[in-house]
């Protein structure tokens, strides 16, 4: 699976009852993403490839940031 | 400092008020939880506070209150470390341990505040805390200043809790924290399963039970006898100003537990013991549960149908309510204040729930329908609940 798939279905996962997720999705506006979902985004994220977050991701809008935040990383 | 950006910055959106012409906050209330409640003058019927089993005016529980206040006065001026803790502080731990089935227990004046103080003294930056996505403000707020990191599990998912349990071995302590009643939805926690994965974990369940104690359970004992869970080794706490009726916080466990507690939570230990009288009145209330849970729970429960069951035909989309609330799905905030609106014009007050105390247009509007309520006042709640749900 390729990168993009993984962040996806990391955030489908722990986004119940939201209608649909894609790469251009927005958190706050789309995908109404409280500060704790954010949280759990992060977790999901941080499970799947394995890695610790230690910082906010405060600059992340929308589902591609997470994406590219990654790739910054080496993913 | 500009003072004038500081007083700026601190403003208040009251565009939803505005919108929608009502304000359901901080309404002015001129009489005690009776028959009928007086707000702004004008008699409502009583859907929205948590006095689930009408104990709040009770003539056994003023007078108990009474007598308190006559013996100690109306404060003893000090926290419990210093003078507050009178006997009968002492003897409510030990009666409320005995409710709930526990070693031992502390009140604070709230269960905020218990909430609040409760992780800070237990937890440090090397431990997890895993917590219910839709846990109370208290809970939250409290397991933030604990500094530990935090990992929310859908709400009562325990195949969530589980996979986040496997992957968490390197945390120096687990705690797993949920409510038992959440209050906005009405449902109940898998509590028993909770712990068992607890156990299987190594972690430690923590479990707030406001809306469970004095509701829960064949003697009202709360979540652990609702769900026969035995030998609890976790960490209690409830408020006792809902089904108790009065106010205060307690957290119940272990007595190593709660010993540390006396002496490190500073919540605790610098705030100010909880007065006589409602020392006193929490007795009373235990004493008339003992003796009466059954029937009165009957009606609680009897009452709830009877809401439901309107707000079915009415046409409302509620939630299966697991616990005696009725929530009633309304969506966005506009949509949820003027549901409440409605209500409250025909005479009956609720509370609506918007973010952030619900996640994002997840609104809800609230009805507790307590059993000190007559048979009457529920008949004209239901026709009323109906005619909105008519027109
Ligand atoms: C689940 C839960 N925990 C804690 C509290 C706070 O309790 P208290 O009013 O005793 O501070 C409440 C009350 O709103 C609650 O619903």
Redesign the interface.
């Known amino acids: 699976m390729n990168i993009e798939d993984r962040v996806l279905n990391s955030v489908k996962g ?1 986004l ?2 939201r209608p649909e997720v894609t790469l251009d999705s927005r958190l706050l506006e789309d995908l ?1 993403v ?1 500060s ?2 954010k ?2 985004i992060l ?1 999901a994220i941080e ?1 799947e490839f394995g890695l610790e977050i230690e910082e906010k991701f405060a600059d992340v809008h929308t589902v591609k940031d997470i994406v590219v935040k990654l790739k910054a990383r080496g993913y | 400092m500009d003072r004038k950006e500081f007083y700026k910055r601190l403003w208040v959106d009251e565009s939803l008020a505005e919108v929608t012409g009502y304000n359901p906050y901080y309404l002015s209330v001129n009489s005690g939880l009776n028959e009928r409640l007086l707000v702004n003058g004008c008699k409502m019927i009583d859907l929205a506070s948590n006095n689930y089993l009408g104990l709040a005016t009770d003539t056994r529980v003023k007078q108990a209150a009474i007598e308190a206040v006559q013996k100690y006065g109306v404060s003893l001026c000090g926290t419990p470390i210093a003078t507050g803790y009178i006997d009968l502080f002492q003897r409510l731990e030990e009666e409320l341990s005995s409710f709930v089935g526990l070693e031992r227990t502390v009140i604070l004046p709230s269960c905020y505040q218990a909430n609040n103080g409760l992780f800070s003294c237990l937890a440090g930056s090397e431990d997890l805390i895993v917590v219910d ?1 839709l846990v109370h403000s208290s809970l ?1 707020q409290g397991i933030k200043a604990a500094g530990c990191k ?5 709400h009562n998912n325990l195949n ?1 809790l589980e ?2 349990l496997q ?1 968490s071995s390197s945390y120096r302590q687990v705690f797993v924290v949920t409510e038992s009643v959440f209050s906005t939805e009405g449902s109940l926690a898998p509590f028993k399963e909770i712990v068992e994965l607890c156990e299987k974990y190594g972690a430690m369940p923590i479990i707030d039970d406001s809306h469970g104690i004095g509701v829960l359970g064949k003697s009202g004992q709360g979540i652990l006898e609702e769900q026969k869970i035995e030998g609890y080794k976790g960490i209690y706490t409830a408020s006792l100003g809902k089904a108790l009726a009065n106010s205060g916080g307690m957290i119940s466990g272990e007595k190593r537990v709660i010993d540390f507690l006396k002496y490190y939570c500073s919540h605790l230990v610098y705030s100010t013991a909880l007065s006589p009288a409602v020392l006193a009145g929490i007795s009373a209330v235990l004493d008339i549960i003992r003796v009466e849970f059954a029937g009165i729970k009957h009606r609680l429960n009897s009452y709830q149908r009877q809401i439901h069951e309107s707000l079915s035909e009415g046409g409302f989309e509620v939630a299966a309510c697991e616990a005696p609330i009725n929530s009633i799905e309304t969506g966005s905030k506009e949509v949820t204040f003027i549901l409440a609106q409605k209500l409250y014009d025909k005479g009956i007050l609720s509370t609506p729930f918007i ?2 105390s619900v ?4 609104g809800r509007v609230r009805l507790i329908a307590g059993a000190g309520l007559s048979q009457g006042t529920v008949n004209e709640a239901v026709a009323i609940i109906k005619r909105i749900g008519a027109s």
Do not use: A, C, T, Y
């Open positions: 722990v119940d009852k109404l409280d704790l979902d949280l759990m977790s499970d | 996505r939250i935090i990992r929310p599990f859908l969530h996979g986040i992957r973010e952030p996640p994002l247009n997840q």
